[in-house]
């Protein structure tokens, strides 16, 4: 069973940058897609980016292309997801989850994390 770990949330301004980091202790990441979704207060969950097995990246939100970025650091075993330029309507919570092939849908990912709390403050 892999068990995913976020960190890196919390409280900015915006305008501001925030780092996000998903790991996975003990297993191997590189072995996965890995993908990043968002759950606003009232909202459904909504795909924001993957990073494949051959770590080309897909964006799924239009919202945060040119701000969001996807990387992979396999000897750290993690993946991050650089946000910049964030605005209010970034704040949600956020989770990475892992797949044999990127998707923006929820349903095809079997492994996620607990999630990590981002709010931007305006």
């Known amino acids: 069973q892999l068990h995913l770990v976020e960190s890196g949330g919390g409280l900015v301004q915006s305008g501001g940058s925030l780092r996000l980091s998903c790991a996975a202790p003990?297993?191997?990441?590189?072995?996965?897609?890995i993908g990043w979704f968002r759950q606003a207060p009232g909202k459904e969950l909504e795909g924001v980016s993957c990073i494949r097995i051959s770590d080309v990246t897909e964006d799924y939100a239009d919202s945060v292309k040119g701000r969001f970025t996807l990387s992979r650091d396999n000897a750290k075993n993690t993946v991050f997801l650089q946000m910049n330029s964030l605005k209010p309507e970034d704040t949600a919570v956020y989770y990475c989850?892992?797949?044999?092939?990127?998707?923006?849908?929820?349903?095809?990912?079997?492994?996620w994390g607990h999630g990590t709390q981002v709010t931007v403050s305006s």
């Open positions: 989850a892992a797949a044999k092939y990127c998707s923006p849908y929820n349903a095809a990912y079997e492994f």
């Open positions: 003990g297993y191997i990441l590189e072995s996965y897609g």
